[in-house]
């Protein structure tokens, strides 16, 4: 016998989808082959790199070990979501001036991190914009980022 | 490895229909309170017999409560959500702040339960540890009654709890006496996102300066939280000072035996690594409560 199909209600970006999904998938396979949402990212699949990190109810998440049924009902903001009117967050615009993509791939997860972060506090300690973004050291152009992002946020 | 394809997922209603359904599938289903756990354990291969997964979200665990004896924390609650509780403000049960701390990245502590934490029976998770150092127990809602079990029975072994049929944890149990204790908990891990190579956590009855009662408990040595009581009890009528800890520090090797010994550290490694955290986590304790009482 096969899985039991669930109808699933989101709210992804501000747009009401419905969607079908079984019990063993991620929000991040919804995400991507479902809604086509291939901003997120899948990396390393375990929990550990952050890639896949979106917004669901306003926290940062791994959608990758997020279930989707466990969004049912839920607000998930992605990558795609970010900006308005064809302009960029601010977050996206300070990640650019400072070139803080690295090779691109996870900087989807990167940003999303970064948005729940300010989201929650537009003030955040520096050890807070570390923790955001792991393995900090070698991050220091997202950090870098992070602290315009918090100038230009308070004016 | 074999994949995790269960074919149901069941949010009951109310906590008969979920003892009912836990009865109904007996080991082929299990408790999903946020899932980290349950990806972690069918990324190894250990999940592959499940068939449904049965998520408690309905059932309005998602409280922290001050009952006449208790703070009960609903299994629901997320460890974030706890981390901000209001239980845990102004010093109260400090060594459970200062494990949540400890836990990382946000992302999962966004999503992991304090449900989880305890009902998964992982040796290297802080939560219990810390939980276990201020008498927690963990009430369990079942068929035909409710009961509790102190967290360290409730932990049999390694992912062994003490659920009997169509039971589960609906909350945990903390007594109000121990907010007032002086505690603390530290970790060693081997990158800040890791689970503990060792950690331990310690609650004090400071009186006047004279420790009345101590409880100390390591995490991630054997393959369930280990209460050192010995190396409490050596504290017993000491003074709540740094020289005082070398006392419990005596008992300690024989106390902990022979601890695990995995990819993570040696057995003897581990053991080097307690006696430090011993020292770090009485220490922090002490200070909280200056020594005073």
């Known amino acids: 016998m096969g899985a039991r199909v669930e109808r699933v209600k989101m709210n992804v970006n501000g747009i009401d989808r419905e969607v079908e999904v079984e019990p063993w998938m991620s929000l991040n396979f919804v995400l991507r082959e479902k809604l086509s949402l291939t901003g997120t990212k899948k990396g390393c699949d375990t929990g550990g790199c952050g890639a896949c990190t979106v917004l669901l109810g306003g926290e940062a998440v791994y959608s990758c070990m997020t279930y989707a049924m466990k969004a049912d009902g839920g607000r998930v903001t992605t990558i795609e979501g970010l900006g308005s009117d064809g302009n960029l967050d601010l977050i996206q615009v300070a990640y650019a001036e400072h070139y803080a993509l690295q090779c691109g791939y996870c900087t989807p997860g990167f940003i999303m991190s970064t948005k729940a972060l300010f989201d929650a506090n537009p003030d955040p300690h520096s050890s807070e914009t570390s923790a955001a973004v792991r393995a900090t050291r070698r991050y220091s152009r997202p950090r870098s980022s992070m602290k315009q992002k918090k100038r230009k946020g308070r004016a | ?293």
């Open chain 2, 1 to 293: 490895m074999s994949e995790f394809l269960p074919k149901h997922y069941f949010r009951p209603e109310t906590a008969s229909e979920a003892s009912q359904t836990l009865a109904r599938y007996k080991d082929r289903c299990i408790v999903i309170g946020g899932g980290t756990v349950i990806y972690e354990l069918a990324q190894r291969g250990l999940l592959s017999d499940v068939e449904a997964l049965v998520d408690l979200t309905r059932l309005s665990l998602d409280q922290v409560k001050d009952g006449e004896r208790f703070t009960s924390i609903g299994a629901s609650v997320s460890l974030s959500r706890l981390q901000g509780s209001a239980a845990l403000h102004e010093g109260r049960l400090a060594c459970i702040g200062d494990a949540l701390r400890e836990i990382r990245p946000l992302q999962v502590k966004n999503l992991a339960t304090v449900g989880g934490a305890v009902s998964s029976c992982i040796p290297f998770f802080d939560l219990p540890v810390a939980l276990a150092s201020v008498g927690a127990s963990v009430e369990l809602n079942g068929p035909h009654a409710v009961r509790s079990v102190p967290i360290l029975e409730f932990q049999r072994d390694f992912l062994q709890p003490d659920l009997r049929e169509g039971e589960f944890v609906s909350a945990v149990l903390i007594p109000h006496e121990m907010a007032s204790r002086a505690s603390a908990f530290s970790k060693f891990a081997l990158t800040g996102d890791d689970w503990a190579t060792v950690n331990c956590a310690c609650s004090l009855e400071i009186v006047k300066g004279v420790i009345r009662e101590a409880r100390i408990v390591f995490g991630a040595v054997a393959s369930k939280p280990l209460l050192a009581e010995r190396c409490g009890a050596a504290l017993v009528n000491r003074r709540a000072e740094a020289a005082s800890i070398s006392k419990a520090d005596e008992s300690l090797d024989d106390e902990l035996g022979e601890p695990i010994s995995d990819h993570r550290a040696s057995s003897a490694y581990r053991k080097r690594v307690a006696k430090l955290l011993l020292r770090t986590t009485l220490e922090r304790a002490f200070e909280r409560r200056g020594g005073g009482g």
